[in-house]
């Protein structure tokens, strides 16, 4: 099956720095790929997403990646804002959103001030 | 639009007791449902894909027999996690997918349920 790691685990910035997320999966299958932020005892909630047929998208400060021969896909945020501290996941998907989602393990984003 | 709705929201109960976790979709049908469980400080794993109407499929390693999921209508699918042990502790959410909209829209998670087990 599909297999997503995640790096780092822990990311510090200062606030107005960017911050870079790297995922990696296994299975070349997969074809789409969304991130998600979750804050602490709630849901994860879609920040962005990119489809196989596309190698970058972007909306507002957050930009995703998507290098298909590599299999590697990263979240770029810029001018990080204190709201911005959670947790972030990658997934990976085959088929299509309506099949399942492997997670990458996540990545602790701090941004201080 | 697309509100995934979970209930109970938090739920400590005593060892050996079944506790059943609802997760619907509000103002959508949704052909798929998928059940996840967070350990603290964990990512989430997939433990099973409900489909209305027929049996759910489990991920590797999750007891179909100890983790009973229903989907009996395209807005509700239902765990029951019976005779619950300390070890079931967990965050469990549920996500949805919208039927009408088709395979290309994203997964609606549910806002998760703690279940602590004494």
């Known amino acids: 099956g599909e297999n997503v790691e995640q790096h780092p685990s822990t990311l510090s910035v200062q606030e107005g720095d960017s911050a870079v997320i790297k995922c990696t999966y296994s299975?070349?299958?997969?074809?789409?790929f969304p991130w998600y932020k979750q804050e602490l005892g709630k849901r994860p909630q879609l920040i962005i997403d990119?489809?196989?047929?596309?190698g970058e998208k972007k909306d507002q400060r957050i930009a995703v990646t998507l290098n298909k021969t590599a299999k590697h896909f990263s979240l770029h945020i810029t001018e990080t804002q204190p709201e911005d501290s959670a947790v972030y996941f990658c997934?990976?998907?085959?088929?299509?959103?309506?099949?399942?989602?492997?997670f990458g393990t996540g990545t602790r984003l701090q941004v201080t001030l | 639009g697309a509100v995934v709705s979970q209930h109970p929201s938090w739920v400590i109960c005593k060892s050996g007791t079944s506790v059943k976790i609802e997760c619907r979709s509000l103002?959508?049908?949704?052909?798929?449902m998928f059940w996840y469980r967070q350990f603290p400080k964990q990512s989430l794993m997939l433990m099973a894909t409900?489909?209305?109407?027929?049996?759910?499929?489990?991920e590797q390693g999750v007891e179909k027999d100890k983790f009973l999921i229903n989907h009996a209508s395209l807005t509700l699918s239902t765990l029951t996690v019976t005779s619950a042990h300390p070890e079931d502790s967990s965050f469990y959410i549920c996500s949805a997918t919208d039927r009408v909209r088709g395979s290309n829209q994203p997964q609606h998670f549910g806002d998760g349920t703690r279940l602590s087990i004494l």
């Open positions: 299975d070349s299958a997969s074809n789409y």
């Open positions: 990119i489809r196989s047929n596309v």
């Open positions: 997934a990976a998907s085959i088929s299509g959103t309506a099949s399942k989602l492997t």
């Open positions: 103002d959508f049908q949704a052909t798929t």
């Open positions: 409900s489909n209305e109407g027929s049996k759910a499929t489990y």
